[in-house]
């Protein structure tokens, strides 16, 4: 059912709602009302058994049809087999939305999914908006407010209500939440829909997720695409990098998770943020919404020992973070308080006495200086260990200052004990706070990526999907004639014939003119030069027939039920860099176009971009400039640059043939494909088309 985000504030604002099952009837009615009014508003609620019966004054309806009042939401506690007919009962009465806590589904196997199946049908027949199964309402409980919160909020959506929880208890470190949405197994309303909604709502700066796989890819780039309009930075966990994520992701929620190159791509497009466990998922949220946009680039660090600032300042280049150098200006000014022996060009180290020693003003001071460096963006300050009174005049340094300087002020608080009036005044105070040096400039660094590359953000125009004449007869071809498919897509394919004697191949020879390739013509063996089936630099006529021979003799001796179409006689092609560009398909995104370093160590290099469709043509060019062996092509050591522009056309011809074959191609390898220098185009010299069933 297509989702209009109004729809969403109904949902989130329910005038009336039924409890539907679980009904706990050893509480008494105090204790009955002081939960549901507190989750769902006083006598906005009304409890629903098929039992019947009253809980004190409370009465327990035995369905929706019994209830007096207007219900907008229904919650679902009942089992599973149950949930279907009672879904049916809430659209014969009109309610909207319905949120499934019940289990059973997708999660537990083959009947399950038959249920959450018959579930979803429902719903969209009787025009009831479902939120799970195997969910939770935590999207419906009170985030506690953070007193004097600095910056903004977070919305938050998860694929798992446990994971949505130590996200929330942010709101204990000065973080703050407009809301947490968790998503079950989507039957209908999924996490796109609520990243969308986010992207609209006035109370939230920052989405962030914890997210096991996504069920719609045009309903995934429309929420991004709103939320970079508006924008709403996305910070998400994703699983699946792994192959045991990948499987519990699956077992956890039903989700068939995507190919992590695929998702990676797309995420690129999109400017999400991806991090890897929980903890950076709400630092990193946490930095976007307090920070807020348009900080400079360029760290100044501050620290009470040597050691931890040398630690500081090598974290910060792991992660990329540009520390710059102190003007002599600031550093002279800085010598005025802290000891000429201590280093001061950043970072900047006090000595740790230097807090104990001098008054409020002139510690404060050093840290203005800090701040008002012209190369300086914002100031990080760390604190390894507590070590009170130090840490906690350096915390009190802090909440005075993060009002008064007009750049940010970061800390971290890199120690475990944090029961110090030092670690409670930076939490009081609401500047970004971390509890390693790691996680703070691998946040940071997240963020000025994001800040340098949302001036690009853009929606992409769908490629052209029309065939060209031809294609589908040379696809329905057996075998498929591959190389017409190519040609007919304007990939620069080398010359060549395939013919099935050795006497033939020396007459193709001729007329393509030597040096030639040999190699074997069959679908049977994709990788002809593992197999030894490819005769390369053959100078002369008597060695093509040989070369012939050898290639067929080899290809019939390691397979011989194999289908071998003959030998190809191919124009040799010399000099160049050698690149792969291919086709793969994501169960959820869809085709997907890849470029790599190639040759036959392809698969070991694995050196390769992905981006799903669409995408253009500065996709393509961010995605050669992104591979390792990029250099190869920029006229590294003295060679001389190769034609990039020409091999952006190949990966561009080969994304417009993708989206026309669409679910007509498994797959596509072009490998090699020969850059040569600049101006002189590229030459695709092999290829493997793999039509789909």
């Known amino acids: 059912m297509a989702q209009r985000r109004v729809d969403l504030e109904e949902f989130f604002h329910p005038r009336g709602v039924a409890l539907i099952g679980g009904v706990d009837r050893t509480q008494t009615e105090d204790t009955l009302r002081a939960a549901m009014d507190a989750r769902w508003g006083a006598d906005n609620w009304h409890v629903v058994s098929p039992k019947g019966g009253s809980i004190g004054s409370v009465p327990v309806y035995e369905s929706v049809a019994e209830v007096p009042a207007a219900i907008t939401l229904a919650v679902l506690r009942t089992p599973a087999v149950a949930c279907a007919p009672v879904i049916e009962e809430c659209g014969a009465v009109g309610i909207g939305y319905a949120v499934v806590f019940s289990s059973g589904f997708s999660e537990v196997g083959p009947e399950g999914a038959a249920l959450e199946a018959e579930l979803g049908e429902v719903g969209r027949r009787h025009g009831v908006r479902i939120v799970g199964p195997n969910t939770n309402t935590n999207a419906f409980e009170p985030v506690p407010a953070v007193p004097g919160l600095r910056g903004g909020k977070i919305g938050v959506v998860t694929q798992s209500g446990h994971n949505g929880r130590p996200i929330i208890q942010g709101v204990h470190v000065g ?7 968790p998503c079950g197994n989507e039957v209908d309303l999924e996490v796109s829909d609520f990243i969308e909604y986010f992207a609209y709502d006035d109370d939230t700066a920052v989405i962030a997720g914890y997210i096991e796989g996504f069920r719609s890819a045009d309903k995934l780039r429309t929420a991004l695409v709103a939320a970079n309009a508006e924008g709403k930075p996305v910070v998400l966990l994703k699983m699946g990098s792994t192959d045991a994520g990948s499987r519990m992701a699956s077992s956890h929620t039903g989700h068939l998770t995507g190919s992590d190159a695929v998702i990676d791509g797309l995420f690129e497009q999109y400017g999400v943020v991806r991090v890897r466990d929980l903890d950076e998922l709400l630092e990193t949220a946490a930095l976007f919404a307090k920070l807020g946009p348009g900080v400079a680039e360029g760290a100044g660090l501050y620290s009470i020992s040597g050691g931890s600032s040398a630690l500081m300042a090598e974290s910060a280049e792991l992660a990329g973070v540009s ?3 102190l003007a002599p200006e600031t550093q002279a000014k800085l010598h005025e308080h802290v000891p000429a022996y201590l280093t001061v060009s950043n970072p900047v180290d006090n000595g ?26 914002y100031t990080v300050v760390g604190v390894t260990g507590a070590v009170s009174p130090m840490t906690d005049l350096l915390g009190e340094d802090i909440a005075v200052l993060a009002d008064e300087l007009p750049k940010p002020i970061i800390a971290t608080w890199n120690s475990l004990k944090v029961d110090e009036p030092g670690f409670e005044r930076l939490v009081a105070s609401g500047v970004p706070l971390f509890r390693s040096f790691r996680g703070c400039f691998g946040a940071l660094a997240a963020y000025h990526r994001y800040q340098r590359r949302r001036v690009d953000f853009r929606r992409r125009a769908r490629l052209p999907d029309a065939l060209p004449a031809g294609v589908a007869e040379a696809l329905g071809a057996s075998p498929p004639d591959a190389a017409a ?8 394919l080398a010359a060549a014939e395939v013919v099935a004697t050795p006497a033939e191949a020396r007459r193709v020879a001729a007329g393509i003119g030597l040096p030639v390739a040999v190699k074997i013509a069959s679908a049977d063996f994709p990788h002809k030069s593992d197999a030894g089936l490819v005769v390369l630099g053959v100078d002369s006529p008597d060695g093509v027939e040989q070369a012939a021979q050898v290639v067929l003799d080899r290809a019939r001796a390691a397979a011989p039920e194999a289908a071998i179409d003959g030998v190809e006689v191919q124009q040799m092609v010399t000099g160049g860099t050698e690149m792969i560009v291919g086709v793969t398909r994501d169960p959820t995104l869809g085709p997907a176009v890849m470029v790599g370093t190639g040759g036959v160590f392809a698969e070991i290099l694995a050196d390769t971009a992905v981006r799903p469709l669409p995408l253009d043509e500065a996709d393509a060019a961010e995605m050669i400039r992104s591979l390792q062996g990029f250099p190869l092509l920029d006229g590294a050591r003295g060679r001389p640059p190769a034609d990039v522009d020409a091999l952006i056309q190949v990966v561009m011809a080969t994304a417009t043939l993708a989206t026309a074959l669409d679910d007509r191609l498994a797959e596509l390898d072009l490998n090699p494909v020969v850059v040569l220098d600049q101006g002189q185009g590229a030459v695709v010299v092999d290829h493997l088309l793999v039509p789909a069933d």
């Open 175 to 181: 973080i703050g939440f407009s809301r947490q949405v």
């Open 485 to 492: 498919v190519l040609r007919a897509f304007g990939l620069p």
């Open 352 to 377: 740790g006495t230097f807090i104990t020693t001098h008054p409020a003003d002139i510690r404060r001071q050093v840290l203005r200086h800090i701040s008002d460096d012209p190369a300086v963006g």
């Open 323 to 325: 520390v710059p150098r």
